[in-house]
């Protein structure tokens, strides 16, 4: 497998969720980077967006294992990861698997939990792993989150703590379709109510784990330059030091904008990361790992509107 390849199975998988998905084009393209790039993505956007079906959708065109968890604010994190039970016949604690125990993990309305069983994913998300007991039970090689929130509910909802923000690759805000979009949605989904079938939608599966793991490999590979390497970095380095920002990105956010990048680059396919890819993934990188200052915040300045003047302000490779 080579770059090329990488860009046709990423052309199949478009294809196929755009069966049931009509526009996102974005949203699509950054998922399938996550998901060549080993992270996870935070989709915000309010309801009736396709939020939920878009996960099941790309889930379904791969061939992986799917979960879902509906976060409510009773959840606790045994519901998550799962709890050790006794076994009276055999006298011994064994394991019963949670949801998490799966390939792609829709985390429904993420900020309807609490805190503590928010935080049953940090390890989950980092590590691939999980630990009860004592014990340490291992995740699929391609684990990867897709988490939704709705931005415009307030009342039993909890803010996400900023350690779990971190682990997100990107946060993609969606927002309603264009009204040619939105007449194609009515037009096709207007004769059912409630989620759609997979089955009935025509998606199906159009890769397996084992060109999954290839693609992977190939992005890897891709070349980044020393110039490229200094201009993240650049940038940064660039949301600590700007008046407008209280909390900067972490030298994490870094490492995984390059890792993003590797993978825009061969989705496109080629084989060398250009500036151009940065920057298209700077804004859902780096929107949710920064905090404004107060100031900023009286102002009325928008995190994406600073972070935008950060990206134009910074001086590309040639």
Not at 26 to 50: N, R
Not at 295 to 316: F, H, K, T, W
Request: a negative charge; one cysteine or more.
């Amino acid at each position: 497998m080579n770059v090329d390849s990488v860009k046709s199975l990423a052309a199949a998988i478009r294809q196929e969720v755009a069966k049931a998905i009509i526009g996102q084009s974005d949203t699509i393209d950054l998922m399938l980077v996550a998901l060549f790039s080993g992270g996870h993505i935070l989709l915000e956007g309010p309801p009736g967006t396709a939020k939920t079906l878009l996960a099941q959708c790309f889930a379904g065109s791969l061939d992986l294992k799917f979960g879902r968890i509906q976060f409510t604010p009773d959840l606790m994190p045994g519901d998550i990861v799962g709890t050790n039970l006794f076994n009276f016949q055999t006298s011994a604690f064994t394991l019963t698997k949670g949801p998490i125990f799966c390939d792609i993990l829709l985390a429904d309305e993420i900020n309807r939990t609490p805190p503590k069983t928010q935080a049953a994913l940090l390890e989950a998300m980092q590590e691939r792993r999980v630990t009860l007991d004592g014990k340490v039970h291992p995740l699929g090689e391609r684990f990867m989150v897709v988490a939704t929130e709705n931005p415009i509910e307030q009342q039993g909802t909890y803010p996400l703590p900023e350690a779990q923000l971190d682990r997100f690759l990107f946060k993609q805000v969606l927002t309603h379709p264009s009204e040619a979009e939105e007449r194609r949605i009515v037009a096709s989904h207007g004769m059912r109510i409630g989620m759609p079938d997979l089955d009935a939608l025509g998606v199906k599966s159009v890769s397996e784990p084992r060109s999954i793991a290839e693609a992977i490999q190939i992005t890897a590979g891709v070349h980044l330059t020393d110039a490229i390497i200094d201009y993240v970095v650049s940038l940064v380095r660039n949301t600590r030091s700007n008046p407008d920002i209280a909390y900067g990105a972490s030298p994490r956010a870094a490492a995984m904008i390059a890792t993003a990048s590797r993978s825009r680059a061969a989705l496109d396919g080629r084989d060398y990361v250009i500036p151009d890819d940065v920057k298209a993934l700077a804004l859902p990188a780096l929107r949710h790992r920064v905090v404004l200052s107060p100031a900023a915040e009286i102002d009325g300045r928008r995190v994406d509107d600073v972070i935008s003047a950060i990206v134009a302000r910074v001086e590309a490779p040639r």
